[in-house]
């Protein structure tokens, strides 16, 4: 049984960091891209981050880029999302997927967990 966890969201101000956590069990980690995507209420999910396999390519949506990070630790079964500068559009739930192909970029998801919710407001 496939499970992400998501932690680390929280309140955060303007120019603010947070580092999101997600760790992933029931499959085998190594072998899947992983991806952060987030929702607002009332929208759908925006694909956010994702990487490959080993980790060595990553790609962020245009709107984060320059700002967000994603990495993973193979070992650990756990892909971050390290959030820096962040605004108040930021604000969203975050949920950790696992991606069906291996490309990160192509959106296409078969689990993902019930998310953090991270507010960026002074």
């Known amino acids: 049984q496939v499970r992400l966890e998501e932690s680390g969201g929280g309140l955060a101000q303007p120019g603010g960091s947070l580092r999101l956590s997600c760790v992933a069990s029931g499959f085998m980690f190594s072998d899947y891209a992983m991806s952060w995507a987030r929702q607002v209420p009332g929208k759908g999910l925006q694909w956010v981050a994702g990487l490959y396999s080993d980790g060595k390519e990553t790609h962020v949506a245009d709107p984060v880029k320059g700002r967000f990070t994603i990495s993973r630790d193979n070992a650990k079964n756990t892909v971050y999302l390290q959030m820096n500068d962040l605004q108040p559009e930021d604000t969203a739930l975050y949920h950790c997927?696992?991606?069906?192909?291996?490309?990160?970029?192509?959106?296409?998801?078969?689990?993902w967990g019930p998310g953090t919710k991270v507010t960026v407001s002074s």
């Open positions: 997927t696992k991606n069906i192909r291996a490309n990160p970029q192509v959106i296409e998801y078969d689990s």
